[in-house]
């Protein structure tokens, strides 16, 4: 009768999990406390059905609470990851203006000067700290982990967004980095060392539109010195990017990396915004 017990216990744990519980050990060895003494002597067994029932339903019972307990237990251990904090993302999605100093040079300007808290290749040092103004009404806006280069400091092979800024009424702002060793082989390479303006853009030019990249659309460049790097800027109509049909762009090298700094605007933002796009696109140095 014992025997016939434990395998409906373990029928019952199975629906529970797949390890089905083991209960208690009395009622796998134990006889039913219905059973006299008499049971074990020559006499005849005498055993009621109720009594069956009562015992059988007794340990299938303790199978279930053992099941039970284990579940509960194992979700008390799940939860301090359940319950965890999410991690606090540095991108404050409100209006700049409100934590960031006015510029000295401009002030209906404000500055963002990225630092270490600011992004994984900054923390790495893979990156030259970099600065430029913008209005005041902009807001930061998160960037995707996939696309930080989060995964892959410091030996990233691909380009990365470092930060990201937009206004809905005049555009957006993004700073992409590039590892050198994607545009050459030399290592702390100038600008001029990878090539021209326009040897540059082709390389990055899809970084700028979010897309694809047509030399057709590259309207204007020019070269600018400031201190000991040269920049190259860049000016495109793209009507079929992703970032904007109005791309303004700003590129310079040093350490290991490229920087590359993009303003856009749709056709709707660009007529009233340009000038302030292309104030914003001036101040950008690393």
């Given at each position: 009768?014992?025997?016939?017990?434990?395998?409906?216990?373990?029928?019952?744990?199975?629906?529970?999990?797949?390890?089905?519980?083991?209960?208690?050990?009395?009622?796998?060895?134990?006889?039913?406390?219905?059973?006299s003494l008499r049971a074990y002597s020559e006499e005849p067994l005498q055993r009621s059905d109720s009594s069956n029932q009562e015992d059988r339903?007794?340990?299938?019972?303790?199978?279930?609470?053992?099941?039970?307990?284990?579940?509960?237990?194992?979700?008390?251990?799940?939860?301090?990851?359940?319950?965890?904090?999410?991690?606090?993302?540095?991108?404050?999605?409100?209006?700049?203006?409100?934590?960031?100093?006015?510029?000295p040079s401009n002030p209906s300007f404000v500055v963002f000067k990225a630092t270490s808290k600011d992004t994984p290749a900054l923390r790495a040092g893979n990156?030259?700290?970099?600065?430029?103004?913008?209005?005041?009404?902009?807001?930061?806006?998160?960037?995707?982990?996939?696309?930080?280069?989060?995964?892959?400091?410091?030996?990233?092979?691909?380009?990365?967004?470092?930060?990201?800024?937009?206004?809905?009424?005049?555009?957006?702002?993004?700073?992409?980095?590039?590892?050198?060793?994607?545009?050459?082989?030399?290592?702390?390479?100038?600008?001029?060392?990878?090539?021209?303006?326009?040897?540059?853009?082709?390389?990055?030019?899809?970084?700028?539109?979010?897309?694809?990249?047509?030399?057709?659309?590259?309207?204007?460049?020019?070269?600018?010195?400031?201190?000991?790097?040269?920049?190259?800027?860049?000016?495109?109509?793209?009507?079929?990017?992703?970032?904007?049909?109005?791309?303004?762009?700003?590129?310079?090298?040093?350490?290991?990396?490229?920087?590359?700094?993009?303003?856009?605007?749709?056709?709707?933002?660009?007529?009233?915004?340009?000038?302030?796009?292309?104030?914003?696109?001036?101040?950008?140095?690393?």
């Amino acid at each position: 009768m014992a025997i016939a017990s434990a395998s409906s216990v373990s029928s019952l744990s199975s629906t529970y999990s797949h390890r089905p519980a083991i209960p208690s050990k009395s009622c796998l060895t134990s006889p039913p406390r219905s059973l006299s003494l008499r049971a074990y002597s020559e006499e005849p067994l005498q055993r009621s059905d109720s009594s069956n029932q009562e015992d059988r339903s007794r340990c299938l019972l303790a199978g279930a609470q053992v099941t039970r307990r284990s579940y509960l237990l194992a979700g008390a251990a799940l939860m301090p990851f359940v319950f965890t904090k999410p991690p606090r993302l540095d991108a404050r999605e409100v209006e700049v203006g409100s934590f960031l100093p006015p510029s000295p040079s401009n002030p209906s300007f404000v500055v963002f000067k990225a630092t270490s808290k600011d992004t994984p290749a900054l923390r790495a040092g893979n990156v030259e700290p970099y600065e430029f103004m913008l209005p005041p009404s902009w807001k930061q806006t998160r960037v995707a982990n996939i696309l930080s280069g989060n995964y892959c400091q410091p030996k990233c092979a691909e380009p990365w967004v470092e930060v990201k800024f937009e206004d809905e009424k005049q555009g957006k702002i993004q700073v992409v980095a590039s590892p050198l060793v994607r545009l050459t082989n030399k290592p702390n390479a100038t600008i001029e060392d990878i090539g021209s303006p326009e040897k540059v853009i082709a390389s990055l030019g899809a970084f700028v539109t979010g897309n694809t990249f047509d030399s057709d659309e590259l309207l204007e460049t020019s070269i600018e010195k400031r201190g000991d790097l040269t920049y190259y800027t860049y000016a495109l109509e793209t009507p079929y990017a992703l970032t904007g049909t109005h791309n303004l762009a700003k590129a310079t090298a040093k350490g290991n990396t490229l920087v590359l700094f993009v303003v856009s605007a749709s056709d709707k933002q660009w007529p009233s915004s340009q000038s302030t796009l292309r104030t914003i696109l001036d101040s950008f140095q690393l």
